[in-house]
């Protein structure tokens, strides 16, 4: 399971910050001298190789595999181009692939995390049988989504994605924990953070570790957890 702009919504989520390291609102497009150097402190996706998370989610056995990939994609960004680290997402449900996703993400000089969109590939019984869920900014909306701001305050808004008639998710900073055990492993200065999508109207929580990322999704009837990460080598 990361980014925005367009005149007036890069000026509402770019560069000088707010609370938490929010984008400010009338500042001007966000910078991206190393869009792939991605060291956010609740979402360092560069700092790992591969990340798997197990559970389960409406009676499935659930596995996500996360790869960050050795290519970047290309956008335009306020009329510059932004190399966007792809992360590769495998869901296997009951054993089988249930979707493929290639997610997009750039980080700002300023710290916070874009997301620029998702190419999406739904399997069933081996075959890819839809896209559902695909959009990339620049083609499907002018709005880049918030993945993570450069510093979440607890109360802090943003939105993940925000593609009218595709999805629309809202954020927000609902706790701060100091320390959670996950798979066996103790965890440091966790956030819990408040997912409302639309258009299914249905609520996720996400806890976000300092220097990990991302440790635990709770869907409407499911959890799924971090089981380890490997580093680069």
């Not at 989520?13 to 001007?28: F, R, V």
């Not at 700002?108 to 019984?125: K, P, R, S």
């Not at 989504?145 to 607890?154: E, F, I, K, N, T």
Request: glycine content about 12%.
């Amino acid at each position: 399971m990361t980014i925005a702009a367009g005149a007036s919504m890069l000026a509402a989520a770019a560069a000088g910050p707010a609370s938490g390291g929010l984008p400010a609102s009338g500042a001007g497009t966000p910078a991206f001298s190393r869009p792939g150097a991605i060291d956010n402190p609740y979402l360092p996706l560069a700092k790992f190789r591969r990340c798997v998370l197990r559970g389960h989610e409406d009676g499935a056995r659930v596995r996500v595999v996360r790869r960050l990939l050795e290519r970047t994609r290309r956008f335009e960004v306020g009329g510059r181009a932004v190399a966007a680290a792809i992360i590769e997402d495998r869901e296997i449900e009951d054993g089988e692939l249930a979707e493929r996703t290639l997610d997009y993400f750039a980080q700002a000089d300023g710290g916070t995390v874009y997301y620029l969109g998702e190419h999406v590939d739904n399997y069933e019984d081996g075959r890819v049988v839809d896209h559902g869920g695909t959009w990339r900014y620049g083609r499907d909306t002018d709005r880049l989504g918030v993945a993570m701001p450069a510093r979440p305050r607890l109360g802090d808004r943003w939105r993940f994605e925000d593609v009218p008639g595709v999805t629309v998710e809202s954020d927000r900073v609902v706790r701060r924990i100091a320390r959670v055990t996950v798979a066996g492993r103790t965890y440091r200065d966790v956030i819990r953070v408040r997912e409302h999508l639309r258009p299914e109207d249905a609520v996720e929580y996400k806890l976000y570790a300092r220097g990990v990322g991302l440790l635990r999704e709770v869907p409407p009837d499911g959890l799924v957890e971090l089981s380890g990460c490997s580093r680069w080598p």
